[in-house]
């Protein structure tokens, strides 16, 4: 049995630390969302249909994007979704972020 949580962040919100309790997906249901995992030398940037699995006891930190967002956290999932893109610049996303673009 897998649970299911459905979350929606504003764009003004603060960002939210969270510890994942179980291995779980990430997957963003519309926007975008900013995401780095403690540790983790990469940050993420997810869009509409973009998930990412977190680790037990990952500490995550989420902000959302200018339009704001919503995600699902899902635990128990099976492990077949793959990591986003990696090395997407701060000079790419910042303009849009803050409403620049």
Same mark, same amino acid.
């Given at each position: 049995? #897998?649970?299911? #949580? ?42 509409? %249909? ?17 339009? %704001?967002? #919503? ?31």
């Amino acid at each position: 049995m #897998r649970e299911v #949580r459905i979350f929606e962040l504003e764009h003004g919100e603060p960002a939210a630390a969270w510890r994942v309790a179980r291995p779980s997906t990430f997957k963003v249901i519309a926007g975008e969302i900013w995401l780095t995992v403690e540790g983790d030398s990469a940050d993420y940037w997810l869009a509409t %249909g973009q998930s990412i699995e977190l680790p037990h006891r990952a500490v995550t930190w989420i902000s959302a994007g200018r339009a %704001g967002a #919503r995600f699902a956290l899902a635990s128990g999932s099976e492990r077949s979704e793959t990591r986003p893109t990696r090395g997407f610049s701060v000079a790419q996303w910042l303009p849009r972020w803050l409403g620049a673009a």
